[in-house]
DNA sequence: ACCTGAACACCGTTCAAGT
DNA sequence: ACCTGAACACCGTTCAAGT
């Protein structure tokens, strides 16, 4: 009965933007700062350690001001997640599409490393702002470069933000420490794997149980890579299209 | 100061294992009854709406007679995203690496579609137990058959991982009607994208606005497939490799 | 126009007490 | 061994009142 989903949050502006003058020489409160604390917060403590009291008592405001300036606690996680997409750094092109595309990757998976509690929220949140859109814009960019035609570039895309996306937040989510699986379980429980009929995972439970992010994700970016090519090349055949 | 990591859930099995026979008459309150429960309320309310408290309502119970059976929060959401893993159906092999390959990630999304509430947890949540594996043997299995050895096979596994969360998790959490991106606006606003330097988005507009979730997942599908076809081709010189 | 405090309707979890 | 209620320390958000 109680619907949940998050808002739209589409093209319409925020309901409560901040005046244009300064506020009158008040607390001098603003949605950037605002989310400039929750950014800080976020990072140092967690998404879970973030609540809207806490936020305004680090700010050193009443809990409602907030209010002010955010329509609601959902409202400032969408705000992170459009600004850890709007920060990722677009690479210049140097015509080589397959050098741009990794260097996109790499971008992205700089600005998730730097803030692991707000990258799963990309994932989820619907973003339709300008902002977001600055890495569709750069993969486009490349994609085009490489004669991929518009519509196939757009699916392109969403395959590549569907890898960059789940493997980066696979990275972030998982400890320091571990590796995507029990490091030190899976070697010892070698024979519970054969018994359970996970006879595949039991012979690779030594390479499970390493996991060196970087060069798994480097392995992606390169199959990633190897795809388009073979996209490209197939399509060489019809690729003599001027009009 | 507050560590807030989801706990390792590792190797140990519960700590509240419930009783061997009957437990003498009372409640019959259960572990797998929890989860039962659980996974209902989540498929029908959304994640935001389990709470421990609503949980117990919902089953009649005390808030705090679940934590006889569960650890705590954390632990029933583990439990969820172990069961929509374990739960995804192996497919039989066929001998078709392609198509044993395309049939796995067809498994994949079935289940995510049924329990979308669930499928974002599977991303986040560090999973180790035997359960979980299923997927990751069905995929290595398949990777085995199509000659894959088994050091690689986990870096493909990865890959593949990768991709069908991401994109899974992104169709789940965007609304039944949404697209991806703002579907209305972003026709209207084409000149908005132009001035934003936003020119590749703002050509591909048409194509952003649709998004058939299926061909979308479908194509990833393909790219993957096709990456695996040009590392197992470019692996065919080394291929002898019989003793 | 912005800030504030009290108030409402919730949370997860601990603990001592019951059976 | 399991269940229970009271209690603690929190939440997000509304609303009427302040300046």
Same mark, same amino acid.
């Given at each position: 009965?109680?619907?949940?989903?998050?808002?739209?949050?589409?093209?319409?502006?925020?309901?409560?933007?901040?005046?244009?003058?300064?506020?009158?020489?008040?607390?001098? @409160?603003?949605?950037?700062? %605002?989310?400039? /604390? &929750? +950014? *800080?917060?976020? =990072?140092?403590? $967690? !998404?879970?350690?973030?609540?809207?009291?806490?936020?305004?008592?680090?700010?050193?405001?009443?809990?409602?001001?907030?209010?002010?300036?955010?329509?609601?606690?959902?409202?400032?996680?969408?705000?992170?997640?459009?600004?850890?997409?709007?920060?990722?750094?677009?690479?210049?092109?140097?015509?080589?599409?397959?050098?741009?595309?990794?260097?996109?990757?790499?971008?992205?998976?700089?600005?998730?490393?730097?803030?692991?509690?707000?990258?799963?929220?990309?994932?989820?949140?619907?973003?339709?702002? @300008?902002?977001?859109?600055? %890495?569709?814009? /750069? &993969? +486009? *960019?490349?994609? =085009?470069?490489? $004669? !991929?035609?518009?519509?196939?570039?757009?699916?392109?895309?969403?395959?590549?933000?569907?890898?960059?996306?789940?493997?980066?937040?696979?990275?972030?989510?998982?400890?320091?420490?571990?590796?995507?699986?029990?490091?030190?379980?899976?070697?010892?429980?070698?024979?519970?794997?054969?018994?359970?009929?996970?006879?595949?995972?039991?012979?690779?439970?030594?390479?499970?149980?390493?996991?060196?992010?970087?060069?798994?994700?480097?392995?992606?970016?390169?199959?990633?890579?190897?795809?388009?090519?073979?996209?490209?090349?197939?399509?060489?055949?019809?690729?003599?299209? *001027?009009?």
């Amino acid at each position: 009965m109680k619907r949940h989903r998050a808002p739209p949050s589409g093209a319409a502006p925020s309901r409560t933007a901040p005046r244009r003058g300064r506020p009158k020489g008040g607390t001098g @409160l603003t949605r950037e700062k %605002v989310l400039d /604390a &929750a +950014l *800080a917060l976020v =990072d140092q403590e $967690g !998404v879970d350690a973030l609540s809207m009291r806490g936020l305004a008592a680090v700010m050193g405001v009443d809990a409602m001001s907030l209010y002010n300036h955010v329509d609601n606690k959902d409202a400032v996680l969408d705000g992170l997640a459009e600004r850890l997409l709007a920060s990722i750094e677009r690479p210049v092109l140097t015509g080589d599409w397959r050098r741009d595309l990794r260097a996109l990757a790499l971008s992205f998976r700089q600005v998730a490393l730097r803030h692991p509690g707000i990258a799963p929220l990309v994932l989820t949140r619907q973003l339709g702002s @300008l902002q977001a859109m600055a %890495v569709s814009e /750069a &993969a +486009l *960019a490349t994609l =085009d470069a490489a $004669g !991929v035609p518009p519509k196939e570039a757009v699916h392109v895309l969403r395959f590549i933000l569907a890898f960059l996306i789940g493997a980066l937040v696979r990275e972030v989510s998982s400890g320091p420490t571990f590796s995507g699986l029990d490091l030190d379980g899976l070697a010892e429980r070698h024979t519970a794997l054969k018994t359970s009929g996970l006879r595949h995972v039991a012979r690779a439970a030594r390479h499970l149980a390493a996991c060196d992010h970087a060069a798994e994700f480097e392995f992606g970016v390169d199959m990633m890579v190897a795809a388009l090519e073979a996209r490209l090349g197939s399509s060489r055949g019809p690729k003599r299209r *001027a009009k």
